[in-house]
């Protein structure tokens, strides 16, 4: 067993991620700056009874070099093993994320519905906010019903980044879209 959660910073395209490796899988793939930052430390050292420690390892690596590989547009889809920390909601919701393709976009409502009840769309949203795997569990393809972006733990600039390198940037937000 882990005695910490080793942590490595990562200077991404769209803004620095802190990764995060407990017992051979990754906990934490985060928005450095994000304003839920400490409640979401936390959340995962509370429920994995340990501390972060900023060190080395190889899942560490691979998921930097996977995500290098994204940023480039040579990969679609991550294979680094995950242990997502939340309430049994959050995980589902979570679980539903993974499975939106690269390159489209779902709404709010679309993923209530997937998840059998469309009336979960605030419990839905919430869940979605506190996602601790961003990207690699891709909370950024959830939009507005009208198509519209909405927010995102990394800023709404990293989330047109990030649709727009897979193509899935709502036609109506195209002409707001620099790199």
């Known amino acids: 067993m882990a005695s910490s959660i080793t942590i490595k910073y990562y200077q991404s395209p769209v803004g620095e991620l802190i990764l995060g490796e407990y017992s051979g899988?990754?906990?934490?793939?985060?928005?450095?700056y994000r304003k839920m930052r400490d409640a979401v430390d936390k959340r995962i050292q509370e429920a994995l009874d340990c501390c972060y420690t900023v060190g080395e390892s190889d899942l560490l690596d691979v998921t930097i070099a996977q995500f290098k590989e994204y940023f480039v547009g040579k990969r679609r889809v991550f294979d680094v093993p995950l242990l997502?920390?939340?309430?049994?909601?959050?995980?589902?919701?979570?679980?539903?994320?993974?499975?939106?393709?690269?390159?489209?976009?779902?709404?709010?409502?679309?993923?209530?519905?997937?998840?059998?009840?469309?009336?979960?769309?605030?419990?839905?949203?919430?869940?979605?906010?506190?996602?601790?795997?961003?990207?690699?569990?891709?909370?950024?393809?959830?939009?507005?019903?009208?198509?519209?972006?909405?927010?995102?733990?990394?800023?709404?600039?990293?989330?047109?980044?990030?649709?727009?390198?897979?193509?899935?940037?709502?036609?109506?937000?195209?002409?707001?879209?620099?790199?």
């Open 25 to 32: 899988k990754l906990c934490i793939c985060d928005w450095r």
């Open 84 to 179: 997502p920390i939340g309430t049994e909601f959050q995980k589902r919701v979570w679980d539903q994320l993974l499975t939106i393709p690269y390159g489209e976009t779902y709404s709010y409502l679309q993923l209530s519905k997937k998840l059998g009840n469309e009336k979960t769309i605030r419990a839905v949203a919430s869940a979605n906010g506190a996602n601790a795997i961003s990207i690699i569990i891709p909370c950024h393809r959830i939009i507005g019903a009208d198509g519209s972006l909405t927010g995102y733990a990394g800023g709404l600039p990293a989330k047109k980044k990030l649709l727009s390198l897979e193509d899935a940037l709502p036609n109506q937000q195209l002409s707001l879209f620099k790199l």
